[in-house]
């Protein structure tokens, strides 16, 4: 074989995977489409380090997110990544939010969510002086990330350990060897084969079409793709929090928050814009500006002094949902050979939120499946 374990997608987590197995000693290739890492997915998000208290107990999404922010937290104290405890209120301003909000704390208690508590409207608004609510739920142990630091950090562990990254590099199509592993054609200006013993399809919005070129996989098992957009707005003029200041969940997402960057910068979103189109070279990432009405009215919601012409249209980002509007949130799909009876490939589909927090979990769980 010319490498022992082959990882498509350079995102947070494709390259939390191949740091894994290149630091256990394996030899890793990172193949990369773009020109650069986490270009995509990761790199198009709020930058929040989750806490863990929104999903379904013993989902991987639940695991995954709890285990993953603690060993973030230590590599990012580690490696001297950027990040900060900001933490989080999760506000209500209606008795049914208020009922969404104690569900949602009653879930993160039993998920071990750490230092969570059911806070009156009075004392989240002392805390928070513009913030109107009648009740809210405080996080302390979500933070913010410099999230391309962190993928940096990663990128330089995967080369110190003698793996590399080959960028331009698109998967064209991958056949199954008869005496085990896997043939992978790339294709860009220099179309090449690469053997390998395992292999990590970590491509994000392209998941399913790596999978789909994959020799005797089974197209049965390769979930829909459902692409929901989330635009966000920047806002002018001095911080109004000090928190994260999120509202109850919304279908599709946790509704538009306020998010507050490493240097203090304030901005909201995302919103969910799910998109008719399931082609991810179709994504148009500009974000309208029209759709600013709708971010004044779920904002004002928790912060009605949000004063008019205060918010300019930021940026985007795109989730590769593997469910779509009205139905429940699906679970991470980390496929290996016990689903799919390929020896040595894992396939994930439906990584979005929490999977840059996750990542460093996913990974270990990965190389599990895997290793023997």
Known sequence: MDVDVLVIGAGA??????????????????????????????SRNSEVIHGGMYYPTDSLRHRMCVEGRRKLYDYLEARGVPHLKRGKLIVAT???????????????????????????????????????????????????VDSHGYMLALQGEIEDHGGMLAFNTPVVRIETLDAGGFRVRTGGVEASVITCRRLVNSAGLYAQRVAGGIEG????????????????????GKPAFSRLIYPAPIDGGLGVHVTLDLAGRMR???????????DPDAIDYRVDPARSAAFYDAIRRYWPGLPDDAITPDYSGCRPKIS????????F?????????????????????????????IAEEVRRRLVN
Not at 94 to 109: F, P, Q, V, Y
Not at 324 to 331: C, S
Not at 343 to 353: D, T
């Open 13 to 42: 987590v494709g390259l939390a995977i191949a740091a894994e197995f290149a630091r256990s000693g394996r030899d890793v290739i990172v193949l990369e489409a773009c020109d650069g890492i986490g270009t995509q997915t990761s």
């Open 333 to 361: 799909r980390i496929d290996g050979p016990e689903l799919h009876g390929h020896a040595g490939l894992v396939n994930l589909f439906g990584i979005e939120s929490p999977g840059l927090t996750s990542s460093l979990a």
């Open 217 to 236: 996989y089974r197209a049965d098992l390769i979930p829909k793709l459902v692409l929901a957009k989330g635009n966000y707005f920047g806002c002018s």
């Open 94 to 144: 209606s008795d049914s939010e208020t009922r969404k909000i104690e569900a949602i704390h009653a879930t993160g208690l039993t998920n071990g969510v750490e230092k969570l508590e059911l806070v009156s409207g009075a004392k989240a608004m002392a805390w928070e002086p513009a913030l109107t609510c009648t009740a809210a739920l405080w996080s302390p142990e979500t933070g913010v």
């Open 324 to 331: 779509g509007p009205g139905e429940p949130a699906a679970d």
């Open 268 to 278: 909201f979103g995302p919103d969910v814009e799910w998109l008719s189109n399931a």
